[in-house]
Structure formats: structure tokens, C-alpha cells
């Protein structure tokens, strides 16, 4: 009986590593993909993404006919995640996070925030990763 508990214990373990990878390798791919561009950086889930400068990177990195990211402000919250949510949403992308929540939050939420970025990176690279999967 023992061993049972053991095991569980184990996986549960084991899931929050993988989920920490996860999050990790995300942040990772997000980082690479949004280096150079002004005003962007991404050192975690939930703040760096307030401003919508680094939603509009992502987006504009794989298809910069869609945003003019020398045209976006840093202070204009509302405008650049509409921006960006408008143009992934115009790709296909559902949204999961509203410009307003963007705005009413000192801190969005990390969920949110990730749920939407696993969202673009499987879009934009065809990579569909095991949370998702496993959901």
C-alpha cells in the first residue's frame, strides 16, 4: 500500500517538472522570438506581457505585414493588445485574454498569459506541446 502512495507521490512529481520545462522552454522560444525588438523584454509570464509591445513582436515576427510595430507605444496598453489579439485572431488564433483584462490587471493572469502564448507558438511553428495534449 506503501508503494502506491510512493508512485502517486512520484507522478505528481514528475508532472510539476514537466510543467515547469514547459513553462521554462516557453518562456525560451518566447524570448528568442521577440530579441531585437524595441521596448520588449520578456523575463516572465505575467507582467512582461502587460503592455501588449511583446503580444505584437510575436505576431509581428512571423507576419510583420499585419502589425507596424515602429508605430506602437509602450504606454498604450488597450491599443497594442488589440493590435496584437486582432491580427492573431485574423490568423486564426481564438483569444483567451481581452485587451481590458490587459489593462485592469497590475499583474495579468499567468494562465491567461501562457494558455494564449502555448496558443501562438503552436500556430506559428506547428509544434503542439505535451500540456496542451494532455489537457
Known amino acids: 500500500m506503501s508503494v ?3 508512485d502517486r507521490r512520484n507522478k505528481k ?12 522552454d516557453l518562456l525560451t522560444w518566447c524570448k ?3 530579441r531585437g525588438y524595441r521596448g520588449v523584454k520578456i523575463t516572465n509570464m505575467t507582467t512582461s506581457w502587460r503592455n501588449g509591445l ?3 513582436a510575436i505576431v509581428h515576427r512571423f507576419h510583420p505585414e499585419l ?6 507605444s509602450p504606454h498604450d496598453i488597450r491599443g497594442n493588445c488589440k493590435t496584437a489579439f486582432d491580427a492573431a485572431e485574423s490568423l ?4 483567451v485574454i481581452e485587451p ?3 489593462m485592469l490587471l497590475a499583474v495579468p493572469d499567468k494562465l491567461a498569459v501562457m494558455t494564449y502564448l502555448y496558443q501562438l507558438r503552436a500556430h506559428f511553428t506547428g509544434e503542439i506541446s505535451f500540456m496542451l495534449l494532455s489537457c
Do not use: W
Request: with cysteine.
Open 67 to 72: 502589425i507596424d510595430f515602429n508605430k506602437l
Open 100 to 102: 481590458s483584462d490587459m
Open 54 to 56: 511583446a503580444f505584437c
Open 92 to 95: 486564426g488564433i481564438p483569444r
Open 4 to 6: 502506491g502512495l510512493i
Open 32 to 34: 528568442e522570438v521577440t
Open 13 to 24: 512529481v514528475d508532472m510539476v517538472g514537466r510543467a515547469a520545462t514547459l513553462s521554462q
